[in-house]
């Protein structure tokens, strides 16, 4: 990818991370433009939904003169869907060897670049909740957690079958309540809990909503 190159982009700000197993790390996120795919409760439609997106093109340049400016060295790679832009975080790896790359990916898109290039990966697999159609899902094995976002007790046995059919590891199985209010997060909290301390799951809460976090 050249300076000249472009990519979708909608947003890089600096935050914390509030989900999964770096919650809490300061980070840089480089939120990407476009999915494949039209979750039903998503909470950043404006990455990709007709009428509501407000990504736009940067140049390779562009995005290389924001991650300078900061001085943290994890990056979360988010979107919409990053991996339909594999060139991009190629060349942010190659421009910045020295940092850390997470990637958050719905599982769906294959590979072509080398896995090495993502120091992590959080794979949100879509359960009936996100009101998807049939999709295939393509599981990253290295350096990979998993992540589910929860809207109610009947998605537990879709999550229980999924884990067993896939044969992943409990522990690297995160269950997450789906919610942008502090009150349904805590609400459905009291039930997952339980239910990841039973099943040997994590529980990730988001705490980007609980706390606010800009």
């Known amino acids: 990818m050249s300076e000249n190159d472009t990519a979708h982009i909608a947003e890089i700000f600096e935050s914390i991370q509030g989900e999964g197993p770096y919650v809490g790390t300061p980070a840089l996120f480089i939120r990407t433009g476009k999915c494949n795919l039209a979750c039903s409760w998503c909470d950043t439609p404006y990455t990709w939904k007709p009428g509501k997106t407000t990504y736009r093109s940067w140049t390779f340049e562009e ?3 924001k ?3 900061s001085k943290l060295t994890h990056l979360v790679i988010t979107g919409g869907e990053p991996l339909l832009q594999q060139p991009l ?6 421009a910045f060897p020295e940092k850390f790359i997470e990637v958050e990916t719905n599982g769906t898109i294959p590979l072509t670049i080398p896995g090495n290039i993502i120091d992590h990966f959080n794979i949100s ?7 998807n159609t049939w999709y295939k899902l ?10 589910f976002v929860v809207q109610d007790k009947n998605d537990l046995d879709e999550i229980e079958k999924f884990v067993l059919n896939h044969g992943i590891e409990r522990n690297k199985v995160y269950l997450m309540p ?4 502090h009150d349904t997060i805590r609400r459905r909290a009291t039930w997952l809990i339980p239910f990841c301390r039973e099943k040997k799951f994590h529980y990730t809460t988001r705490l980007h909503i609980l706390k606010s976090i800009p």
């Open 63 to 65: 995005i290389k003169n």
């Open 67 to 69: 991650i300078s400016d």
């Open 89 to 94: 975080i190629e060349a942010i790896k190659k």
């Open 125 to 131: 697999p879509k359960l009936a909740n996100s009101k």
């Open 138 to 147: 393509n599981l990253h094995s290295l350096k990979s957690i998993f992540k």
């Open 178 to 181: 789906e919610g942008t209010k």
